[in-house]
């Protein structure tokens, strides 16, 4: 039986009327919207590797696809984290350029967004709910309750999770969209776990406030890195949860079309991973922020592909390797 965060959760995510679509004006030359894609490639290849490995399993034009939407919300997230408050008026102006009819030529990203969302019929809404989701950034810094942090982690990446759907294709209903929800959840809960420290220090404090103060974990544990027996059952709790929410969306690949199922799996276990590393430095993570090598990421796609994989492993091997 779905929680009471999820059935909110799934209202926010069904509410796709066509009356969010508009008709797209794309440049005429071909050569542009190629070099856009490029250009989406580089940033992702720079920015993800976790992101940039999962894409390259996805047959190519999806592939460009799922990196234009990366390029997208990266540019949606730089805007706030490195400009703060300053960014809201720019955020505003990306808000509409971003998801305009006609995007601007100059700008390759929008060019290549633009373009994958008339090839695959993504939802204006998701991407409306991920930038309003990101500029609770610049005012809230902080989240009371479990569910009032679900929220915001379905706007930030429930929302990239269903938008990946439409590239890579799923079994039309509701249940391919309840899992996708809670898929991406658990990754950004995941985020949040590894980017405590990094989030401190931009003064946010992602983990619910009312199981921080239930825990006696108070500001100090932040401004001081302390990593007692407190922090670490907290720590503990934490994981497990987010672990469990992984375990319930993982069937959620399996409504995935075949040729994408590859990626999804990739792409979460890669993130599972992290919480690994954290547990294996007994939950600090005001020293070291962690993260899974690009060897350690090569080193699980094997078994995945004897689960999930579809067409050449070789090809797919020559694909994460292009820059």
Known sequence: MDTAWEI???????????????????????????TAYDYCTRITAIHSKSFYIASAMLPPHKRKAIRA???????????IDLKGREGERELKAWREWSLSSNPR???????AWADARKNFNIPDLYAYQL???????????????????????????????????????????????RQAIKLGVALQLTNILRDIHEDWLRGRVYLP?????AAGIGNHYFQEGINDKRWRDFMRFQIERNRSIYRDSWNGIHLLNPHGRMAIAAAATF???????????????????ASLS???????VPKLWLRYGKGS???????INIM
């Open 209 to 213: 406030q009312e199981e921080l103060k």
């Open 8 to 34: 909110g959760l799934l209202s926010r995510a069904t509410d796709t009327d066509r009356k969010w679509q508009m008709p797209m004006r794309l440049p005429a030359c071909n050569e542009s919207i190629a």
């Open 313 to 319: 492993p070789v090809t797919m091997l020559n694909n």
């Open 131 to 177: 930038i309003d989701g990101v500029a609770k950034d610049i005012h809230v810094k902080q989240y009371e309750t479990f569910s009032d942090l679900t929220e915001y982690c379905y706007a930030v990446a429930s929302t990239v999770g269903l938008m990946s759907m439409h590239i890579i294709g799923f079994e039309k209903g509701e249940e391919a969209v």
């Open 69 to 79: 939407l990366y390029a997208f919300c990266r540019t949606t997230d730089d805007i």
């Open 271 to 289: 993130y599972m991973g992290i919480l690994d590393k954290i547990e294996s430095r007994n939950y600090s993570v005001f020293s070291h922020r």
């Open 294 to 300: 690009g060897l350690g990421k090569l080193k699980k």
């Open 105 to 111: 030529t100059n700008d390759p990203v929008s060019i």
